[in-house]
């Protein structure tokens, strides 16, 4: 953006949403908003608290776990749902109602089956993610260049060679767009894991201060939230970018 | 030396022709794409498909790499029935088929990595073909970087680097512009001298046909069958910048014309 001939730095407008933030919270119009700078004072108070890092180390594991699992599931499968006509027939209708499913009215169903603890909140984490980063990686293989497939074939490659040297990489752009919306989802599915199976974690902290009213504390970590997703969708981002320049040119 | 070579492999049966299709049909459904096909391609020469859309050509031609099954008939290469692809065999692809993620060393020898030939010995191999194909110091380039020309010279050095006796070329020239698709066809005589390969090249272009061929097939549609071979004689020696005013090469094109015009709409 640029503001009277100067070029400003992205984000900028965040600064004039943070101002703004500061001027209601000052005003005192209600209790839910504290000004922007007594939650960010909040933030760092709570940063090194072992409460703080107990969360956000549960929240991790839960989340890191989900992810991986989405990640090395999905991304084989929808490779092979692409590949195979048969295997396309058999899961899409299940993926698509998944992923437009509210997966949240699942959760109870999950409790049942596996239990209270970090196992269900794992697998709702993964839930959320898997479904977008599977049809992406289909996605991605079908509209990969016949004569790309062809070739590999006439030089030889085995089935596992075309697999890891063509169509995972013909597929690349696709999948990392598809694992960048999936971690999205995975933040929020990691949260209403820890919300509604057992309350650990940063559901915890966000029982406990929304509970409390101490709002603060409640913008504070959900900042710290936000801010860890936006880094690891902003890396995605970056990594897709480096393989764009193929996107195009398939 | 030519003789001596020749003597030195009648003592294999057929080896005067590298490629011979027998009786090849091709059905998609109820569509006949080929019908009761035969050709013979002589060793360490250029044959040509030539024919309207629609004819089979690359049909075939995908049938003797090994990427098609045909219906009925048999491929044989060097006396023995192919089943598939195989490393006595390669492709150049109309639209190249390179990887794009990959740079022009790595797309060279990606058939030598698929075979399992070590780094080393791979690349080494590969500088020497994009040197000779004249791509030195596009090594470290991306496809994407390239003008047409170049990425096919790209997917030709990947076929010849791979030293199969039989190179399938599907049209590898039309998709580049006109005056490199000339330096091309020069190109590809001298290769076609120098390497004691055998060619099997599909085209639309009758000049291009009767220009770089040994022999030329005619093709005709619905369903397909050779319904001429054609085989210039005296032009090729007189040397590339004097083939397209030589007598013999401008009667053939008129020929050829004359027998596909009815089958083009």
Known sequence: MIVFGYRLPGMSSLLVWGLLWEIVGRMGVTFFIPPLSDVLKTLFEILGTPAFQKALGETAYAFAAGVTAAITIGIPVGILMGK?????????????????????????????????????????????????IILNSRAGVRQINRSLVEMARSFGASPLDAFFKIYFWAALPEILGGVRIGIIRAVKGVIIGQLLISIVGFGALFELYSANFLMSHFWAVLIVLFALAFSISEFLAYLERRVAYYAAKR | MSQT????????????????????????????????????????????????????K???????????????????????????????RAFVFQDFALLPWANVLRNVSFGLELRGVAKSERESIA????????????EHSYPHELSGGMRQRVGLARALSVDAQVLLMDEPFSAVDE?????????????????????????????????????????????????????????RAKGAENIRRDSEYLDIVDEIWASLRTYVE
């Open chain 1, 84 to 132: 195979s006509r048969l295997l396309d027939e058999l899961l899409l209708p299940w993926v698509n109602v998944f992923l437009s499913a509210p997966l949240t009215a699942l959760v109870p169903v999950l409790m049942v089956l596996f239990g209270f603890g970090m196992k269900s909140i794992i697998i709702t984490t993964t839930l959320f993610a898997i479904w977008i």
């Open chain 2, 179 to 235: 005056q490199t698709r000339r330096k091309f066809q020069e190109d590809l005589l001298s290769l076609v001298q120098h390497e004691n390969k055998t060619f099997i090249f599909v085209t639309h272009s009758i000049e291009e046909a009767v220009y770089v061929s040994d022999q030329i097939a005619i093709l005709l549609p619905r369903p397909s069958r050779v319904s001429e071979i054609i085989r210039p004689t005296n032009f």
């Open chain 2, 58 to 88: 690359t049909t075939l031609l995908k049938i003797i790499a090994g990427l098609l099954e045909p219906t009925s008939g048999e491929v044989e290469v060097n006396g023995h029935a192919i089943t598939g692809p195989g490393p006595d």
């Open chain 2, 5 to 56: 070579k020749e003597a030195f492999e009648q003592s294999e049966p057929a080896a005067e022709n590298a490629v011979v299709a027998h009786g090849i049909s091709k059905n998609y459904g109820d569509v006949q794409a080929l019908q009761n096909l035969s050709l013979e391609f002589p060793r360490g020469q250029l044959t040509s498909l030539l024919g309207p859309s629609g004819c089979g």
């Open chain 2, 127 to 138: 500088e020497k073909y994009i040197h000779d194909v004249g791509l030195t110091g596009f």
